[in-house]
């Protein structure tokens, strides 16, 4: 079992920069991909970056290429999330997600295991 807490949301103007935080615990940290999703107003949850665990590998939507990182700290357990250049479309609800996956990296809700409660990003025009 692997739990999230995300942290770092805020409200920021366009073209301003976020890091987010996700720290897990649990049994163990070791192993695990770890991804970012969010979900707009009105729309459905949809995949933003992710990072696998063991070359560190990382996939990211067209709508965020070029503007946000995410990286991963094993030794904190915790994944970043660095957000620039931000949009009003980028405001959303941003979830962490935890996969058992040595190597992969997933892009679909489905393939994630473990979810934390969300972090509000609120950016205006």
């Known amino acids: 079992q692997v739990q999230l807490v995300e942290s770092g949301g805020g409200l920021v103007q366009a073209g301003g920069s976020l890091r987010l935080s996700c720290a897990a615990s649990?049994?163990?940290?070791?192993?695990?991909?770890l991804g970012w999703f969010r979900r707009a107003p009105g729309k459905e949850r949809e995949f933003a970056a992710a990072?696998?665990?063991?070359?560190?590998?990382?996939r990211y939507a067209d709508s965020v290429k070029g503007r946000f990182t995410i990286s991963r700290d094993n030794a904190k357990r915790t994944v970043y999330l660095q957000m620039n250049s931000l949009k009003p479309e980028d405001t959303a609800v941003y979830y962490c997600?935890?996969?058992?996956?040595?190597?992969?990296?997933?892009?679909?809700?489905?393939?994630?295991?473990?979810w934390g409660q969300g972090t509000q990003v609120t950016v205006s025009s």
């Open positions: 649990g049994r163990t940290f070791s192993g695990y991909a």
């Open positions: 997600a935890a996969a058992r996956a040595a190597q992969a990296v997933g892009v679909t809700e489905d393939w994630y295991a473990y």
């Open positions: 990072i696998s665990w063991s070359v560190g590998s990382t």
